[in-house]
């Protein structure tokens, strides 16, 4: 069992910064690439940014310049740093990850963090 827990979402003012966080543990023999969604209300899930086991990222156009994502591969965790940020940014943002255990490769999904940003 794999489970991937996601912290760091609050309030901030536009302009602000955030600092997400997501843990992976559990029967873990490798992770492979990890990456950020997020999902305002009444819109559908959207790509925010990805880092591949091999450290290279990917960033969506909207957060591009904006967001940086990170990886402790020591810790198993993953990070997603937002600057900048504006109303349009609020959403839950979601943390997903390929991750291999002894038997299985499968696609993980945290429960989500709420970022709201508003004055």
């Known amino acids: 069992q794999v489970q991937l827990v996601e912290s760091g979402g609050g309030l901030v003012q536009p302009g602000g910064s955030l600092r997400l966080s997501c843990v992976a543990s559990?029967?873990?023999?490798?992770?492979?690439?990890m990456g950020w969604y997020r999902q305002a209300a009444g819109k559908q899930r959207e790509w925010v940014a990805a880092?591949?086991?091999?450290?290279?990222?990917t960033y969506g156009d909207s957060v591009k310049g904006r967001f940086t994502i990170s990886r402790d591969y020591a810790k198993n965790t993953i990070y997603l740093q937002m600057n900048s940020l504006n109303p349009e940014d609020t959403a839950v943002y979601y943390c997903?990850?390929?991750?291999?255990?002894?038997?299985?490769?499968?696609?993980?999904w945290g429960q989500g963090t709420q970022v709201t940003v508003s004055s």
């Open positions: 997903n990850a390929t991750v291999a255990t002894r038997t299985t490769t499968a696609d993980y």
């Open positions: 559990g029967s873990i023999a490798s992770i492979y690439d």
């Open positions: 880092i591949t086991f091999g450290g290279s990222t």
